[in-house]
């Protein structure tokens, strides 16, 4: 098992190398060289999800293979029940989104490429064990996506009075000042824990003080909170979800954005507890921005993927928020929430593209009668809203209760607020996306749209159903998940007394 996880993470990567050497003038060969790499890494890891203890919090399928010794450095992958639940979101987006990249005509082996390195510094970021991997493959995940959405994006004009190269710049500048910040608290851990890369050496050595906690988990929310679009540094995220091109965005909102959440859940929560608990109201505050200011932005959006750019945004104010429960039905729920976000926004991005490509606008006046045109596609996009909107049945509404019951359970003044302002937002979020649904799918078809086709192949269905069925089962059955979130969440993220003392004896 322990190779198949390895197998798994890397797998995508290898067939990029591969790629270099398919020629250029093959184009299709290079696709289904994408498509069988991703593939097989969604099967790898449907068989360590189906061999996954669910009553083991720590590690497991543990591969290690040293790589500088003198520097205890090791190529170290694990799993434990959070990265399982990732490992498994970045599997189904990568393989959903090269079937989706059939819209994609121009370089096609260089796009394949990219798309598959990116693939495996998101989930490589998700599985390592080694702190300085851990920051290798977080910026081999943000690279390639420059490229995608320089390359391959596209801005139509508009209100935002943008270009796809500002967006592109935009979005480097952001991430590269927030892994900047991220880097001088990831070194601060690694000197104060003895020089050791390892991170289940330092959940065990590292002692800091107080006053230590307060600054460098400091550096840790902030630097990860600019790919987690923490207000107020959220601008480049909706900019670059509506540059990038279609496969590029499910994979940035659905997955990219997830590392930032992560590195706070993995590092800052478990290492610095002092330092989180002096931080939590602040960031709880700084929610209720994320969740309302970008939900009534966007409420005045004409084009589509800055409507979904938005909702992102808003979104991941649910996720630090259940972060900033510190409990564990908060923070359980912020984990189910990232998943079920993830397969939710990269749907809808699919949806988008479809009828963009065809129809080479996405302003939502501009479409109208779409669901006579798109039966399929149009009940696609309905179950999407209705999936973002947080309606029983669909993971959303597991994910968000369970923040809204963590930030409740928290009980002071603060965050009984913001649990205020969180169901305030999911009227708020009915609302844009309802209005947005209703404008573009629904009344009489606009002459202009009549020869735009649907989705009528199975292998054009496929994607779209997929995801649609991810989001149907962890709905009608949470505890898909939740049965292996809860026990890391639990005794290996906040370590409660017990695994305390436990660590102490040590």
């Known amino acids: 098992m322990e190779t198949l996880l390895f197998i798994a993470v890397m797998l995508p990567l290898g067939a990029a190398f591969v790629g270099f050497l398919v020629p250029a003038s093959r184009p299709q060969w290079m696709r289904a060289l994408a498509l069988a790499a991703t593939g097989v890494s969604l099967a790898l890891t449907l068989v360590l999800f189906w061999q996954f203890d669910r009553q083991e919090a720590g590690y497991q399928f543990v591969f290690d293979l040293p790589w500088v010794p003198a520097l205890n450095l090791s190529l170290k992958f694990g799993v434990d029940g959070i990265s399982m639940t990732l490992l498994l979101l970045v599997s189904i987006v990568s393989f959903c989104g090269v079937l989706i990249s059939h819209e994609i005509h121009e370089r096609q082996k260089e796009y394949y490429i990219l798309f598959l390195a990116l693939t495996t510094g998101i989930s490589g970021t998700f599985c390592t064990m080694d702190l300085f991997f851990f920051y290798f493959f977080y910026e081999l995940a943000v690279i390639p996506m420059y490229l995608l959405i320089g390359v391959w994006g596209s801005l139509p004009p508009g209100r935002h009075g943008r270009t796809r190269e500002y967006a592109t710049m935009k979005l480097t500048l952001y991430l590269t000042a927030g892994a900047v910040l991220a880097l001088v608290g990831l070194l601060t851990l690694y000197y104060a824990g003895g020089r050791t890369f390892d991170m289940v050496e330092l959940m065990a050595n590292l002692r800091l003080s107080e006053d230590r906690q307060w600054w460098v988990f400091a550096c840790l929310l902030f630097g990860f909170g600019f790919l987690a679009s923490l207000f107020p540094f959220h601008t480049w995220s909706p900019l670059g979800y509506a540059a990038a091109p279609t496969a590029a965005s499910m994979m940035h909102a659905g997955v990219l954005k997830k590392l930032g959440a992560y590195g706070i859940i993995r590092l800052a929560l478990p290492l610095m507890p002092e330092g989180a608990r002096a931080w939590m109201d602040l960031l709880a505050v700084l929610c209720i921005f994320n969740i309302l200011y970008a939900g009534w932005a966007a ?108 930030a409740w359970q928290q009980g002071s003044t603060v965050f009984r607020i913001a649990t205020v302002c969180a169901v305030w937002g999911i009227v708020v979020t009915a609302t844009y996306l309802l209005w947005a649904v209703r404008s573009s799918f629904f009344g009489p078809l606009d002459e202009r749209w009549k020869a735009l086709s649907d989705a009528r192949l199975a292998g054009h269905r496929l994607p779209y159903v997929l995801l649609i069925v991810v989001l149907l089962v962890v709905g009608f059955w949470p505890r898909t998940l939740t049965d292996i979130i809860q026990p890391t969440v639990k005794h290996a993220i906040l370590r409660e007394p017990v695994a305390m003392a436990q660590v102490d004896q040590r």
């Open 299 to 406: 409420l005045t959006q004409r084009d589509w993927k800055f409507v979904i750019g938005y909702s992102s945004v808003s979104h991941m104010g649910y996720v630090l928020l259940g972060i900033a429960t510190l409990n564990v039905i908060g923070v359980s729920g912020a984990v189910l929430l990232m998943f079920a976000h993830g397969v939710m926004a990269a749907l809808t991005f699919s949806l988008i593209g479809w009828f963009y490509h065809q129809a080479h606008t996405r302003d939502v006046f501009e479409l109208r009668g779409l669901a006579r045109q798109m039966p399929f596609i149009g009940t696609c996009m309905v179950m999407a809203a209705m999936a973002s909107s947080g309606l029983p049945g669909f993971a959303n509404f597991a994910s968000e209760l369970m923040v809204f019951l963590g």
